[in-house]
């Protein structure tokens, strides 16, 4: 979170506008196919009595684990939001791919900037709006 805050005020104090889109997955780990992270892990190269042990280890296996929250953000000096547009429809084609679902009533768009431009509005892929806000916590942080 550090590095992202860093990034958004140098942009600020370059009189650049921040969109921040933030995303919450709905049971982010029990939602997870275990047979996918197995494969993303060898991907990785985790292998052989490892690798099998952690699938041992998944089987039969709920998980209480906070990950459910990612953002995704850009910085613009014009009007101009294509860049989290893309993003946010790559976003959705891999929830989709890796069978994650988004919680959206928990997911918020927060704009900041030294201008007035027009404040953009963003959708998933399915056309799920997202809500601007003026202010929100980030872990734990208002």
């Not at 042990?53 to 000096?77: E, P, V």
């Amino acid at each position: 979170m550090y590095t992202d805050v860093n990034k958004w005020t140098s942009a600020f104090n370059k009189k650049k506008e921040v969109d921040i889109v933030y995303i919450y997955f709905e049971k982010a780990f029990d939602s997870v196919s275990h047979s996918k992270l197995v494969y993303k892990l060898n991907c990785y190269g985790i292998k052989y009595e490892l690798l099998n042990w952690i699938t041992n280890f998944l089987t039969d296996r709920s998980q209480c684990l906070f990950a459910d929250d990612r953002k995704l953000y850009q910085t613009r000096d014009e009007n101009n939001n294509a860049k989290l547009k893309i993003s946010l429809k790559k976003f959705s084609d891999w929830t989709a791919y890796w069978q994650q679902k988004t919680a959206f009533k928990k997911c918020f768009h927060l704009w900041f900037g030294s201008k007035t431009l027009t404040v953009h509005s963003y959708s998933f892929c399915l056309d799920t709006p997202v809500t601007t806000v003026n202010c929100i916590e980030d872990i734990g942080i208002t």
